[in-house]
């Protein structure tokens, strides 16, 4: 005999050999149960993609045009703003924080509230005082000005208004805007500024009140030379703003400021963007059934067809718990393969939509934040989550037809056709 | 001469099965008491129906009987749960079927070393004993080839290799020649006596085929579930 060939050593090896010599005999049902799979990855690689980009590109969009990434206040600021609650030794918090690592950019800014009059015109308005060049570089604050210009870098008594005060106060380019308020020492603080821009910052609220000075000339309007109600710190990387709140709160070693992540600094938006993302759990529970139900179906069919196969295996004292590993093994190897390639179309699905995007027929406004085009996102969770999905699905409904064949009666078995 | 007591391998006593067809209970045995000792060349025959492969099933723990008992080398077999019925299935019992029923997806050889695979014999004595038997059933040149690959009396030599190989008591065969042209099933037979001569394994078959009722020297004849004769030659 040609008995050169080498035989399988062990049993499991041996088990895995039939398994996938199986999975090649019937080609047809390892590509519908395959298909099944990778179908079932690549989609719900993409869903995790767009999601996890769509709610990336709010959140960046949120915290870089309002809260920024981190916030640095005095104690108690952010549950009750106040005129009087100020970050005193702004030169030396500045100077730690900008020692931090990770932070990119970071920006101090006084708020007080105040009445504007533009002419006859009078309304509410939050006075920002913004600190021009860090907020450009932290905020893109320049972006933000849609006519006329920004305020110049150095305190020049302008003002720029956002959209719907302008709007509220019929205010225009050049107009001179008053503004009423009261100084942090008690006094009446009054002074006219130039408005030289319009902005629009993508939040209803802020561009209906928001009125931005200089940060010199909001201290001397409110009387706090050399002080700022927040700091606001962007940091390089999103996903690590727990780890630098934690390093600037160390750096600052100070108990009298509070250090707060943006997640707590916009709660209510933090718990939408998360009740959302739960919703969209939902999704692919279904698409994760859809795939369950079909690798059942031709798991179950298969071991249906060979049944006669089974029978002859318990004939000759193969135990129900190898028959019940050989099916097992047959849908992990369909699974693992379907999971290589499920991976490489979900990351070049989501690799396309990083870049091209899917772009809404109309704006739609999330939070009161604009969006006109979503993107995807590559990233670990798109791969991993499917690849658990799809390969517990699999595993879970291939029990029932691997249990099936396990307890089959050998003689009963091998009656059938 | 002295004789020599040869061992009983397999004892039943009152094996009574009945099937279900369409709701309606079938006799298949009928209470059937018999004892098969080693080395005996056994042809079960009688007219389809008479309930011969239903017989072979519950002596070899295929199928369980609805009432009686099967005593084989030693062991009750209704005393065993489903993983010592296997165990002792390989260990004990070889199958040749008539419609072959080998593993498709492996060839001749894996065929042959699966039950010592699942015996645990080491690999250097599965190999050597893979190459002997197949030379013993005249397959030396189709190791690599798959059951597809092969003629119905290739396929059902493979059979009675892979039945042999691992040396069992008893060689059960449900109709072996059924498939196979007269001169292929009486030179699978010759072969068969010539290992039972050899060995001393038992062999019990069921069978319509006179000329392997001519070869055995025990024929049983069933009829309607019950033994109608029993004769040794």
Known sequence: MNG????????????????????????????LTALAMVVGFALLSLTIGLSDGAY???????????????????????????????????SA??????????????????????????????TGVQIIGVDVAREIQATRFDNKVIEGSILAEIASHEAVVGKGLAKILSAKVGSEIVIFSQGADGSIANDVYKIVGIAESGDDITDRTGCYLHIE?????????????????IVSNINRVDKVTSEIEANLSDSTLDVAPWQVIAKSFYRA???????DAISRWVIMLIVAIGVLNTVLMSVLERTREYGVLKAVGTKPVQIFWLVICEVVIIALASICVGALLGILANYLFSIYGITYPEEITYGGMKLKTLYAEVNVRSLYIPAITVMLSAAVVSLFPAIKAARIMPAKAMRTH | MEQVQKADVIVTAGVTKVYEADGVPVNALNGIDLTIRSGEFTAIVGPSGSGKTTFLNIISGLDSPTAGSVRLAGKVLSEMSGNELSDFRRDNIGFVFQAYNLIPVLTVEENVEYIMLLAGVPKAERHDRVIAMLEAVGLEGVADRTPTQLSGGQQQRVAIARAMVSEPQIILADEPTANLDSKTGADLLVM??????????????????????EGATRLITLRDGRIDTDERR
């Not at chain 1, 969009?61 to 108690?76: D, K, S």
């Not at chain 1, 020692?99 to 006859?120: C, I, K, M, P």
């Open chain 1, 93 to 122: 918090v500045g100077e730690a924080i900008q020692n931090t690592a990770d932070v990119e950019a970071w920006t101090q800014r006084v708020y007080g509230a105040g009445l504007g009059s533009v002419g006859e015109k009078s």
């Open chain 1, 217 to 233: 000339d909001a201290q001397e309007l409110f009387v706090l030379e050399g002080r700022a109600h927040e700091i606001v710190v």
């Open chain 1, 273 to 279: 963007m998360k009740t959302d993302q739960q919703g």
């Open chain 2, 192 to 213: 068969m006596r010539r290992l039972n001569t050899e060995t001393g394994m038992t062999f019990i078959f069921s069978t319509h085929d006179p000329m392997v009722m």
């Open chain 1, 56 to 90: 990336g590109g709010i959140i960046e969009m949120f915290t870089r045009n309002r809260t920024g990434h981190i916030q640095v206040h005095r104690e108690g600021y952010l549950d009750k703003p106040s005129l009087y609650k100020t970050i005193d030794n702004l």
């Open chain 1, 4 to 31: 050169t060939r080498s035989v399988p050593t062990t049993l499991p090896t041996m088990i895995l050999k039939i398994a996938f010599r199986n999975i090649f005999r019937q080609k047809r049902r390892t590509i």
